[in-house]
């Protein structure tokens, strides 16, 4: 089964600060997806980055990074230099690559609150 | 095309009555989905549609929610006999196969009371 572990309920910073949001997952599958959301308090879920299993090479898009390792299954998110608009919920989640195997599990979600 | 639309927003319905929630997808993605949310959780995923064929459903899915998707078009969810368990945020996804990030609408929030 899959399983993925965010176990950071809540993290609150001043803003500019780094924060670091972890992600730990469970599968059994040699290849499969990773993916990060961002959930607004609008409640609309938004898609920020996907990642294969097989292509480790850690990603940067402006402030966002993120570190994939897979020895020791986490995907964490990093937000450099953060700001207030940051404010939201984010969910990792985890899809399976097999033909059919469509649903995302989520993790239960990290509430992050930039302080001004 | 604007998204995903979900609708309603929000709905308010007594314990035992029987709701209808509507989505409507990207027009060009043949994929649906439907995740349920309840508060402080992650999205759980209820089922699936592939055009117009239910190709997956959760054990969450219980025999009284219904989903169809008549033309591959749009979706609805029916909940049956509501139950305050039932209370949630019902999100709906749409993609366009491959391997890329769904698009979700805002969600309906149910508050049976």
């Known amino acids: 089964a899959q399983k993925v572990t965010q176990a950071q309920t809540e993290i609150s910073v001043v803003e500019k600060e780094d924060v670091t949001l972890d992600c730990v997952y469970e599968?059994?599958?040699?290849?499969?997806?990773l993916f990060w959301y961002k959930q607004p308090p609008s409640g609309e879920l938004v898609f920020l980055i996907r990642?294969?299993?097989?292509?480790?090479q850690n990603e940067i898009s402006g402030r966002y990074s993120w570190n994939f390792q897979k020895s020791t299954s986490s995907f964490n998110f990093t937000i450099t230099a953060s700001q207030v608009v940051d404010s939201a919920v984010y969910f990792c989640?985890?899809?399976?690559?097999?033909?059919?195997?469509?649903?995302?599990?989520f993790g239960q979600g990290t509430r992050l609150t930039i302080n001004p | 095309d604007t998204g995903v639309s979900q609708d309603p927003r929000h709905k308010i319905t007594k314990r035992g009555q029987n709701v209808t929630f509507r989505c409507d997808p990207i027009?060009?993605?043949?994929?649906l989905y439907w995740y349920r949310q309840t508060l402080g959780q992650g999205p759980e995923f209820l089922t699936y549609?592939?055009?117009?064929?239910?190709?997956?459903k959760s054990r969450l899915l219980s025999d009284r929610f219904s989903a169809e998707r008549p033309k591959g078009s749009f979706s609805t969810l029916e909940i049956q006999r509501t139950e305050q368990g039932d209370s949630a945020m019902y999100l709906c996804?749409?993609?366009?196969?491959?391997?890329?990030?769904?698009?979700f609408g805002s969600g309906t929030r149910l508050t049976v009371v």
């Open positions: 996804a749409s993609s366009s196969g491959g391997n890329y990030g769904y698009t």
């Open positions: 599968t059994r599958d040699t290849t499969y997806y």
């Open positions: 990642r294969n299993s097989f292509d480790e």
């Open positions: 989640a985890l899809r399976r690559v097999i033909q059919g195997a469509q649903k995302l599990v």
């Open positions: 027009s060009e993605h043949n994929r």
């Open positions: 549609f592939q055009n117009e064929a239910q190709l997956e």
